[in-house]
Structures are given as structure tokens and as C-alpha cells.
């Protein structure tokens, strides 16, 4: 199953050691990897579909100095949807003006297809972030109400197994 990453900071940092920790986690999850930043208030994705752990580009983030407060990772192990870029996490979406980042691990099944945003990809966890983008602008959801968020995420959860992070930055 995939494993996700996610570090939060009252300042910016650099992921440099925990990513490159993270980053042998591949050898479990060969069919993708990708970290997600924000920068400026703008969400940063670099993700690929190949092993984070034999990656030259996942081995050169090592070297750049990235500085952030929030840092979401995923390596993956394909249960829904081919191995490629589109099915690679985290997934990036516009909400309310700003840039959202989401990665999930698990499985999901009989979902919906969203009505506004429609995935880029095939995989039940992109599937899932349109339609709780979607259900939050259609119920006017902000991201400070935790507990509709939360029940929300619940009864997606009867769909199957669910672990996942997102942020706005």
C-alpha cells in the first residue's frame, strides 16, 4: 500500500532529511513518488511515475534548497489506474482562488464521477479530491470547518480504506 509524508512547520523549513528518508520507501512503492510544497502562497508538484528510491530527479531534490512550511509526499503502489504521470500524487487542484494538494493511500470503491472537476487521471484518490472540492464549493465549505470535513470524509470512507492529506498552504 502507498505510505504518505507530511511535515508542517510554524516557519519554513527544508525536507532534505526527512524526504531523503521518505525517499526509501520506493523500494515497497515502485510505481510512483512525488512531493508538493508551497512557495509564495502557489503549490509546487514534482512527482513522476518510477521508483522514488532509483529516481535521479527525486536524488537531485536532495540538492535544492527547498524551503517551505508545509511539505505532502506520496510514493505509490498502484492499485487503481496505470502507472504514469497523471496517477502519480499528490494531485493538485484551484479552490476559492488558491492551490490545493492531495495524496492518498487505499482503496475506493463505487465513487461517483465529480460534476465540476473532472480528474486528470484514473485513480479512486484524485476521483476523491474533485469530488471533495466539489461537494466543499457546492455546500460553501471552507477549509477552517473541520468538522464538516471531517463527517464528510467519513461517509467517503464507507467506500473502502482512506488515508489522505491535503492542504491549501
Given at each position: 500500500m502507498c505510505e504518505l509524508l507530511a511535515l508542517a512547520f510554524n516557519e519554513p523549513v527544508t525536507a532534505r532529511i526527512s524526504f531523503r528518508g521518505f525517499q526509501?520507501?520506493?523500494?515497497?512503492?515502485?510505481?510512483?513518488?512525488?512531493?508538493?510544497?508551497?512557495?509564495?502562497?502557489k503549490a509546487i508538484v514534482c512527482k513522476e511515475p518510477v521508483a522514488a528510491n532509483t529516481s535521479q530527479k527525486a536524488s537531485q531534490l536532495q540538492t535544492k534548497k527547498i524551503y517551505s512550511s508545509i511539505f505532502i509526499g506520496h510514493v505509490r503502489y498502484a492499485t487503481c489506474g496505470a502507472k504514469s504521470p497523471e496517477n502519480t500524487h499528490p494531485f493538485k487542484q484551484t479552490f476559492d482562488g488558491s492551490d490545493v494538494v492531495f495524496a492518498h493511500n487505499g482503496t475506493l470503491h463505487g465513487l461517483p464521477r465529480p460534476e465540476r472537476r473532472k480528474p486528470k487521471g484514473e485513480t479512486d484518490s484524485e476521483n476523491a479530491f474533485c469530488l471533495l472540492l466539489d461537494w466543499m464549493e457546492k455546500e460553501g465549505v471552507s477549509f477552517s470547518d473541520f468538522h464538516r470535513i471531517e463527517k464528510w470524509l467519513q461517509e467517503l470512507n464507507t467506500h473502502g480504506t482512506m488515508n489522505l492529506l491535503f492542504s491549501d498552504g
Open positions: 526509501h520507501r520506493g523500494g515497497q512503492n515502485p510505481d510512483g513518488w512525488g512531493l508538493a510544497w508551497f512557495s509564495d502562497g
